[in-house]
């Protein structure tokens, strides 16, 4: 079962100290982050930002991104701009690191490794950051009418498509976003494609706690590891 986390968002602070085992999760409605967060972008982020055919899509995501080059800088001290990114095979991000530099690190007295994974739903993003395990995070938002219980036959298995089948459409509606945001955290902790968390996680046990966000939506974060603390913080500036 999913652990429990905290109902109550709070500001997060300027300086946060992630120790070892720790999960700090971050919340932002991107129509309120400052624009000046674009001005952390390179060229290549800026480049993407504009070849997206809907302008509104394209400013959200300069500011998904920017606010993602302003959290690391102040978990890593290091200027946002300076940050340069990598992706795995199916498109995780993580940081690159220069052949004299020690990898990213989160600062504290241990200076355990730092993960990161970001999700956005329309304005909503959220952002997590792990010491010493691999983490990830999905959002899920309203979306067009679906059959949710073909969609968790193919991707989810045969016994949460029968428990789906059982309740009435709302509900389903519901709790389907809620194993969806669940099962996407998972594949994006593990660094997986579609189709490939489940063979991937067997045995692996990890760590998983559901996030309130209100009425219809839905979030998870995963942990390679068990959280011993987890923070949910506002964004605020």
């Keep these: 079962m999913p652990a429990t986390a905290p109902d109550v968002w709070v500001p997060g602070p300027l300086r946060p100290l992630l120790a070892d085992g720790a999960v700090h999760v971050w919340r932002a409605d991107l129509t309120a982050v400052a624009q000046e967060l ?18 509104r899509d394209g400013a959200l995501w300069s500011r998904s991104r920017g606010l993602l080059r302003a959290l690391l800088g102040r978990y890593v001290q290091r200027d946002p701009r300076s940050l340069r990114f990598t992706a795995g095979e199916h498109g995780k991000p993580a940081l690159v690191h220069d052949a004299d530099e020690s990898p990213a690190r989160a600062p504290s007295s241990r200076s355990p490794e730092l993960s990161f994974n970001m999700s956005h739903s329309g304005q909503l993003a959220l952002y997590a950051f792990s010491a010493g395990g691999a983490v990830g995070v999905d ?3 309203a979306r067009r009418p679906i059959d949710e219980v073909a969609i968790a036959a193919r991707a989810l298995g045969a016994a949460e498509a029968r428990r789906l089948q059982a309740l009435d459409p709302a509900t389903r509606r519901r709790e389907f976003l809620r194993a969806w945001a669940r099962h ?11 189709g490939g968390a489940r063979a991937e996680a067997g045995g692996r046990g990890l760590w998983m706690a559901e996030l309130e966000l209100g009425p219809g939506v839905a979030a998870a974060v995963a942990a390679e590891r068990p959280a011993r603390e987890l923070r949910c913080w506002d964004w605020r500036g």
């Design 38 to 55: 674009e001005e952390l972008l390179c060229e290549e982020e800026r480049a993407r930002a504009g070849r997206m055919v809907n302008a």
């Design 139 to 141: 959002l899920e938002g």
């Design 184 to 194: 996407e955290a998972e594949l994006k902790c593990l660094g997986v494609g579609i």
